[in-house]
Nanobody, 113 residues
């Protein structure tokens, strides 16, 4: 059975950095299209970015140039490196196996000014 778990959320100041981690037991992240989503209070869940099984990454315009998705196939982990954080980045961040029912429980990122 597939289980997706995120970690690394925290309270950080404006301009700071944070790295989120995602592990997916029961499957290989290297063989799947993996995505990061986020949901801010009162807003719909939105796609932050993704990495395909062949390693191609894409990002939402709002995070392009600040966020980077990477993958460690040996550790079966996917990462979201977030730099130059802004208050509008505050949200619960979710890891998702693309086009599947598998989601993590989410990890809270709060950017304080």
């Amino acid at each position: 059975q597939v289980q997706v778990v995120e970690s690394g959320g925290d309270l950080v100041q404006v301009g700071g950095s944070l790295r989120l981690s995602c592990t997916a037991s029961g499957m290989r992240v290297s063989r799947n299209h993996m995505a990061w989503y986020r949901q801010a209070p009162g807003k719909q869940r939105e796609l932050v970015g993704s990495v395909t099984d062949y390693g191609e990454t894409s990002y939402a315009d709002s995070v392009k140039g600040r966020f980077t998705i990477s993958r460690d196939n040996g550790k079966n982990m996917v990462y979201l490196q977030m730099n130059s954080l802004k208050p509008e980045d505050t949200a619960v961040y979710y890891c998702h196996v693309w086009n599947s029912a598998y989601w993590g429980q989410g990890t809270q990122v709060t950017v304080s000014s």
